[in-house]
C-alpha cells in the first residue's frame, strides 16, 4: 500500500494569514508601563532612570537626570518620605530599593565634587517675580531660569529655605546642606531679596515690570483653638518654637514638657523639646498609632529617644502648671468619641502642634482670585489663579502639606508660566500604566539584600 501523502495545505494558508518571516504582518509591540516609584513621587522624579545609571556607576549622570525634576536631593535624600520605597515592587519580593539613600549620596557627591547643573536656555528676556523662598518658590525659580528667564525671589525671612530652614529641625536637615543646594540655584542668576515681605502683589509686579508672578508663600502660621483657660499655662505653638530655635532665641520650656497634636510637626517639636533639655517630652494624641498621621518612622525614632506618647487623649482645659484630659475611644471608622473620663498632668508648658495655616491676606484684594476656607488658593490645572498671570503652588493651594510636593508644584507651575509667556499651552503629561508586582516576570529577580 502505497504511503498516504500528508497534506499540509491548511497550514501553508494559515502561515500566509498570519505571516512569517520575511511576509509576516504582525511584530512585537513595547510597551511602556511605569514603575511604581516614579509614579509615587509627588515631584515626579524619573527614579527608574536615575537608579540605573547609579547603579552602572555612572553618578553624574544619575545627578543629572534628578536635576530635570528636583534641584534639592541632597535634600529630598534627608527629608522626603520616600513614598517611592513604600510602592517599590521590590518590597513585594523582599524589601524596597534604597532610594532614599541613594538620592541623599548622589546630592552629597554633587556638592563634594562642585558639579553645576546643565546651561540653561538662552535668555528669553522675560521677568518673572516668586514670592515665597521656600521650596516649591525655590523650585519654580530654579526650573524657570533653567528655560531661560530672569527670576527674584521676595522672601519675608532672613534666610532662603522657608519651612526647609525655619520649620524642619537642623538635626533631621544640616543647614549646610540645605545652603549648598540654594546657593547653587543663585549661582544659576536668580535672585533672592530677603527680609521683604510682600503685601501688594500688584504693585511690586508693575514696579518690577514682571511678566508673571509665582506665589509660594507657604503655611507658617499655626493654627490656634479654643482650650478653656489655655493662657493660664505657658503655651507656645509649634511652628513658633521651631522657627525660634532656628533664628538661636529658643524659649525656655521648663523639665516636663507637654506636645498636643499627632503629626510630622508634634514630632519634631517633641524630639527639639529634649534636645533643649526637658527631661520629659509626652505626646497627647486623640486617636491611637495605627491613625497617627506621622510617618511610622518618625515616630519609631521618637520613642527611641524617650518621647513618650499619651494616647486617646484630647486636652480639655489647661491650668498653670497642669491640664486636664479627656480619655477618648474609637468607633468603628477610627473616629475618636470622648468618654467623660478625665486625667490630671503637670507640666512645664505645652506646645500645640495642631496644624498649620497659609497666611494669603495680602491676595485678599487681588480681582479673580478665589480663596478656599482655610486660606489657600484655588488653582487651574496650569497652577495659575484667577488673576492672568498669577500662579500659585505649595503650602498656598490645597494639596499634600510636604517638601516634595512642594518642589513638584513649583516645577509644574514653571513649565505652565513658560508656555503662557510664550504663548503657548504646555501639553498634558502622558499617563503610561503603572506595571504592579503581580504582573512582572519573577525569574528576573536575584537574591540581594539592601544596601542603605
Known sequence: MAARQADFTPIIDL????????IRAQRPIYADLLPPCNNACPAGENVQAWLGLAQAGKYHEAWNVILQDNPFPAVHGRVC????????????????????????????????QGWLPPEAAAPSGKRILVVGGGPSGLSAAYHLARHGHAVEIRDASPLPG??????????????????KEVRRIEAMGVKITLNHKVEDVLTEQTDGRFDAVFIAVGAQIGKRVDIPARDA??????????????TGDPPRLGRRVIIYG???????????????????ALIVYRRDRAHMPAQAFEADEALSEGIKI?????????GAGELTVEVMELDENGKPHPTGKFETLSDDSIILALGQETDSGFLRGVSGIVFKP??????????????????????????????????????????H??????????????????????????????????SV
Open 233 to 246: 499655662g505657658h503655651v507656645i505653638d509649634a511652628v513658633t518654637l521651631l522657627h525660634h530655635v532656628q
Open 417 to 450: 508660566i513658560d508656555a503662557w509667556l510664550r504663548g503657548h499651552t504646555q501639553p498634558a503629561a502622558v499617563k503610561h500604566p503603572v506595571v504592579e508586582f503581580a504582573q512582572l516576570n519573577l525569574p528576573i529577580y536575584a537574591d540581594a539584600p539592601r
Open 310 to 318: 499619651k494616647w486617646l487623649s484630647t486636652i480639655k482645659e489647661i
Open 81 to 112: 518620605y520616600h513614598s517611592c520605597e513604600m510602592r517599590c515592587n521590590r518590597g513585594e519580593l523582599d524589601t524596597a530599593v534604597s532610594i532614599h539613600a541613594v538620592e541623599r549620596f548622589l546630592g552629597d557627591l554633587a556638592a563634594e
Open 15 to 22: 502561515l500566509y494569514a498570519k505571516g512569517t518571516g520575511p
Open 374 to 415: 482655610d486660606g489657600t488658593v484655588i488653582v487651574d490645572a496650569s497652577m495659575m489663579t484667577g488673576r492672568a498671570g498669577i500662579f500659585a503652588g505649595g503650602d498656598m493651594v490645597p494639596s499634600d502639606r510636604t517638601v516634595t510636593t512642594a518642589v513638584g508644584h513649583g516645577k509644574k507651575a514653571a513649565r
Open 162 to 179: 522657608g519651612m526647609l530652614h525655619f520649620g524642619i529641625p537642623a538635626y533631621r536637615l544640616p543647614r549646610d546642606d540645605l545652603m
Open 262 to 280: 499627632g503629626g510630622n510637626t508634634a514630632i519634631d517639636a517633641a524630639r527639639t523639646a529634649r534636645r533643649l533639655g526637658a527631661e520629659e
